[in-house]
């Protein structure tokens, strides 16, 4: 059974990076498409966007000049790099799998367990 | 501002049924069969209750069926129990391989 596994650091200063890394464990990350989508406390969900194995990629076109998603097959992990933080970006970030097989799908499971980053001076 | 409109909150009673609805645009809900379906309790990963509008993951009970009429899809959950007490969100397809999420309903089991 796969698990994703979130990580990087709980707190980021207004202005500079978010870094989050997703780890698969349990099967391969090759061939399925995956995603990024955060929870402000409180709120909604909100897809930041998706990548395949190959590396192609796509984003929410309200984040998308801000969002940089990568895969390191090597690693069987995928990564998110949010530019330009600000409060507003403080939220639960969770990585998810598009589907339970090889090929596009659309919805999103398994999902992991999230991760808080907070965006604060 | 949601891509999907869904009701705040929702409530019922042991054993009743009751129906969230998730509300789009002729861009997404309207314009696709790919509506999905999540539960998530307080400090929760979310949980995939329906796929593809009405379609069960295997191990979901078959209390809960999912329908969609013109831009409006809707969550039903039948025979109402206590650990149904929770938050769900609808997502739909928005095209150009997108998605957009509903702002959840809180259901709350009286």
């Known amino acids: 059974q796969v698990q994703l596994q979130e990580s990087g650091p709980g707190l980021v200063k207004p202005s500079e990076t978010l870094s989050l890394t997703c780890t698969v464990a349990g099967g391969s990350i090759s061939s399925y498409y995956w995603s990024w989508i955060r929870q402000p406390p409180g709120k909604g969900l909100e897809w930041i966007g998706y990548?395949?194995?190959?590396?192609?990629?796509n984003s929410n076109p309200s984040l998308k000049s801000r969002v940089t998603i990568s895969v390191d097959t090597s690693k069987n992990q995928f990564s998110l790099k949010l530019s330009s933080v600000t409060a507003a970006d403080t939220a639960v970030y969770f990585c998810a799998r598009h589907g339970p097989h090889v090929g596009w799908y659309n919805w999103f499971d398994p999902w992991g367990r999230g991760t808080l980053v907070t965006v604060s001076s | 501002q949601s891509a999907l409109t869904q009701p705040r909150s929702v409530s019922g009673s042991p054993g009743q049924s009751v129906t969230i609805s998730c509300t789009g645009t002729?861009?997404?809900?309207?314009?696709?069969?790919?509506v999905s379906w999540y539960q998530q309790h307080p400090g929760k990963a979310p949980k995939l209750m329906i796929y593809?509008?009405?379609k069960r993951p295997s191990g979901v009970p078959d209390r809960f069926s999912g329908s969609k009429s013109g831009n409006t899809a809707s969550l039903t959950i039948s025979g109402l129990q206590a650990d149904d007490e929770a938050d769900y969100y609808c997502?739909?397809?928005?095209?150009?391989?997108?998605f957009g999420f509903g702002g959840g309903s809180k259901l709350t089991v009286l």
């Open positions: 990548i395949y194995y190959t590396g192609t990629t």
């Open positions: 593809d509008v009405s």
């Open positions: 997502c739909s397809y928005a095209g150009s391989y997108t």
């Open positions: 002729s861009s997404d809900v309207g314009a696709y069969n790919y």
